[in-house]
């Protein structure tokens, strides 16, 4: 018999049910719609930016490659995603720029978000909880609150 035929095997090799994971996905995109729907980005309404960069290491900046390719064809300004410490010279204070870690302490991602905060940037903060909630808490941003335990 096959290993992936065979559930009993792939449980006792699966500690951290990734396969269950992957069968909820359906379920993860529900709830990240509804998540969506009812977090206030009011702030963010009615204004015009330069430029979008979204901060992200791992699979929270793999997040903003894919919606840098959904969104390319349909926005007149640049994305960029910045996979590290610092933010480029040409972001200014007109830019929106997105930090995103599942944590909340990804590193690198609050180097640069701060960096952000320092330029005047529009700041948009998502994670689940810790410093990028207390950032953007601390200074009157927009914050997408993720579940945990994943």
Not at 21 to 27: A, K, L, S, T
Not at 51 to 77: P, Q, R, T
Not at 86 to 96: E, G, M, R, V
Request: aromatic share 6%.
């Amino acid at each position: 018999m096959d290993i992936l035929d065979n559930l009993e095997k792939i449980k006792a090799l699966d500690k951290q049910d990734m396969l269950g994971v992957e069968e909820n996905f359906y379920n993860q995109l529900l709830k990240a719609k509804e998540i969506a729907e009812n977090t206030d980005i009011s702030q963010l309404e009615n204004k015009r930016f330069s430029g979008i960069a979204i901060l992200g290491m791992g699979g929270s900046g793999f997040s903003g490659d894919i919606i840098k390719s959904l969104i390319m064809d349909h926005v007149e300004i640049p994305v960029e995603i910045i996979k590290g410490y610092n933010l480029p010279a040409f972001i200014k204070d007109d830019w929106l720029v997105i930090a995103v870690s599942y944590s909340g302490n990804t590193e690198e991602t609050i180097s640069a978000a701060n960096q952000a905060l320092q330029l005047n940037c529009e700041l948009l903060c998502v994670a689940s909880g810790g410093k990028m909630e207390e950032i953007a808490s601390k200074n009157g941003k927009c914050f997408v609150k993720l579940p945990s335990g994943f």
